[in-house]
């Protein structure tokens, strides 16, 4: 009895590393991504399902692959999520809300006449930025609360455990790359800045669509009205701040 369970432990685990990766064009799940013949001859595997190759990505340049994923491409992104080993969303999200917290500590400058060099003004505009990269990190998680409530009332059966979570958050905080574009915008700053930065939140949010259609395999409608009630929620918490004086 208690090999026949071990047996079955490890054969369930075999299993489940057997099926890590993706197929990037039917998302069906996929043994593996090629096979390795030695001297330096590798074969892609071909999907069982829709008889494409499993991932052509593995043998793209990595700028192509960005480009691809800029474009907003489902296969990219499904490269990424799926068949790669990326670990930096948390880095990239805090890079990203310290892009945003500068971006608008920068316009609180602007709108702010004093110019006094004292050191207590210096060090009340240092706290500004700890404000507003604080502000700005509430504003994103009530975004990313409200479309997980959206998604687990919508879907629930999509959502059932854990790592489906943390896949969608891994997901949601990798698409938000399009916020590191905020740095050159407000750098080379000209007349049509406000209609750049209005260009590169509807990116982020287009991104974010994406992320949640290819983690979830969902239609185009559901993300965006997940997106939605997540922007509902967000500006819910502005005027929150608003309404207790503060500049955001």
């Not at 991932?55 to 700028?63: A, C, L, R, S, T």
């Amino acid at each position: 009895g208690l090999e026949e369970l071990t047996g079955a432990c490890v054969l369930s685990c075999a299993m489940a590393a057997l099926s890590a990766y993706r197929c990037i064009e039917c998302n069906r799940e996929a043994t593996e991504l090629y096979r390795d013949y030695r001297r330096g001859v590798l074969r892609i595997s071909i999907c069982k399902s829709c008889q494409k190759p499993v991932d052509k990505y593995i043998e793209y340049d990595p700028v192509i692959i960005l480009i691809n994923a800029v474009l907003c491409k489902a296969q990219a992104y499904r490269h990424i999520l799926f068949n790669t080993k990326i670990n930096i969303h948390g880095k990239l999200c805090i890079f990203c809300l310290l892009c945003e917290a500068y971006l608008r500590w920068l316009q609180l400058q602007d709108s702010s006449q004093n110019t006094d060099p004292d050191d207590l003004i210096r060090y009340a505009k240092e706290w500004d930025f700890y404000r507003m990269f604080g502000i700005a990190s509430l504003e994103q998680t009530s975004f990313f609360i409200g479309i997980f409530i959206t998604l687990w009332w919508m879907t629930p059966e999509m959502l059932k455990r854990k790592s489906d979570f943390i896949l969608l958050l891994k997901a949601l905080l990798l698409s938000t790359y399009g916020k590191l574009l905020l740095i050159p915008a407000v750098i080379w700053e000209h007349d049509y800045t406000p209609l750049c930065l209005a260009f590169i939140k509807v990116f982020v949010l287009i991104s974010n669509s994406q992320a949640i259609r290819v983690t979830l395999n969902l239609n185009r409608i559901l993300p965006w009205f997940a997106i939605f009630f997540g922007l509902i929620l967000e500006n819910g918490v502005v005027c929150l701040f608003q309404k207790m004086g503060w500049d955001v």
